[in-house]
């Protein structure tokens, strides 16, 4: 009889209190945690529903070499 896979072990985040995989922790931190903490460059998935900030700006209008199009360069 073969052994199978042995589980990983769980530990409780610091931070927010979920278990995570022990070999998966950064810096003894779940990844969510790592990631609002500034630990890791990555964005959390804050489950957000609806259009983005971005999705709200007007359109951008053409970039001019002279400044033009910058407000403070205009007369």
Do not use: F, N, S, W
């Not at 990983?8 to 922790?25: I, S, Y």
């Not at 400044?67 to 007369?75: K, S, V």
């Amino acid at each position: 009889m073969t052994p199978g896979p042995v589980p990983a072990a769980m530990r409780r985040c610091p931070r927010c209190g979920h278990l995570t995989r022990a070999d998966r922790m950064i810096k003894g931190y779940g990844r969510d945690c790592a990631a609002q903490l500034g630990l890791i460059g990555r964005t959390v998935d804050t489950g957000h529903a609806g259009p983005d900030l971005l999705d709200l700006l007007g359109a951008e209008p053409e970039d001019e070499c002279d400044g033009g199009d910058r407000p403070a360069d205009r007369p």
